[in-house]
């Protein structure tokens, strides 16, 4: 079986308001073998989407290559926006060799509780993903019931936001629809999508992806 490990550690989470939280990047990452358009950095991957997205929501003028430019741009937004990159998957083994949450086995977790617990500047989770099996948020709430942890739900409406009370503060989560092409069938059949799409019919689901991360990723938030 391929022993699939994370290859960056946790960014940023000592000056983050935020923190991003995904599962893990795809295998080639791990093993060092990039594409010439993909990036070597947390999201990296030249098939993801939330560097663009991030990139027309905040007009960062992106590079898309290995170079250490291009790495440099990514840290440097994060860090002036005091948003950090918590992947919350360590480590798994997988049968087949691909990027796919559900072929994830024998799964390792980072402590994200314990984080929460000593970096108390943090009060907003964003979930690359709901809460499908072997999704970000799916682990969370395992880690957060281990630890007695409640989630209270603030908006059932997609993002899906909930709250919750840790080290003396409240942190939200929300549970950002996935920015990978395995989520734009489900964004296709969802009703606001739809009526977006009959307004204008180049409405697509990258923009879709654009008008729902945008407000949780300002500072206003």
Not at 90 to 106: H, N, T
Not at 107 to 133: A, C, M, P, W, Y
């Amino acid at each position: 079986m391929f022993e699939h490990i994370h290859p960056y550690a946790p960014f940023n989470i000592e000056e983050a308001t935020k923190l991003i939280v995904g599962t893990l990047p795809p295998p080639r990452f791990t093993t060092g073998k990039l594409l010439k358009d993909d990036v070597d950095f947390c999201y990296g991957s030249k098939n993801g989407m939330l560097w663009p997205i991030l990139d027309q929501i905040f007009s960062l003028n992106l590079k898309y290559d290995n170079s250490q430019f291009a790495i440099d741009q990514r840290l440097n937004f994060l860090k002036k926006h005091k948003i950090g990159v918590c992947d919350i998957v360590a480590s798994a083994r997988r049968e087949k060799i691909d990027a796919s949450d559900l072929g994830m086995q024998q799964v390792e977790l980072r402590d994200l509780i314990t984080i929460l617990k000593k970096h108390t500047q943090i009060n907003t989770l964003l979930f690359t993903g709901g809460n499908s099996k072997n999704g970000p948020e799916y682990f969370f709430r395992r880690q957060a019931k281990e630890n007695g942890i409640k989630l209270q739900i603030i908006s059932a409406e997609v993002p899906r936001i909930y709250s919750f009370k840790i080290a003396g503060r409240i942190v939200k989560t929300v549970s950002l629809t996935a920015p990978s092409g395995a989520a734009n069938r489900a964004i296709g059949s969802m009703k606001s999508y739809q009526l977006q799409k009959d307004i204008n019919p180049q409405y697509t689901t990258f923009d879709f992806r654009v008008n729902q991360y945008k407000p949780y990723f300002s500072e206003d938030y």
